[in-house]
């Protein structure tokens, strides 16, 4: 049999969430994280909104859109997992 390759793409994912209740620092944490060179955030502001809202549409998240909020820089640098943290 002949040997074929195979290519997948690979598509760079949000791997870590930071929620807050309001005044408890959330944008405090956001500054420190801004800092680092290889921490990506979302353009344009500190907030998406993307997971309170609440309706029947609501519950059918498009997670595509979710990552679309972030550069394809932000999202190629540290991916965090479960147990590891790697660098792409």
């Known amino acids: ?10 598509q760079p994912m949000v791997n870590f969430v930071v ?3 309001q005044k408890s620092g959330t944008t405090a944490l ?3 994280l801004s ?3 290889d921490i990506g955030l979302v353009d ?3 907030e998406t909104h993307f997971f ?7 519950a059918r998240k498009d997670y595509d859109l979710y990552h ?10 540290w991916i965090a997992e ?3 943290a790697t660098r792409r």
């Open 52 to 58: 309170n809202k609440h309706s029947a549409a609501a």
């Open 44 to 46: 344009g502001g500190s």
């Open 68 to 77: 679309a909020m972030y550069t394809p820089q932000a999202l190629s640098l």
């Open 35 to 37: 800092q680092h060179p």
């Open 30 to 32: 956001r500054s420190f």
């Open 19 to 21: 929620a807050g209740a």
């Open 1 to 10: 049999m002949e040997k074929q390759d195979a290519t997948v793409e690979f």
């Open 82 to 84: 479960d147990e590891a």
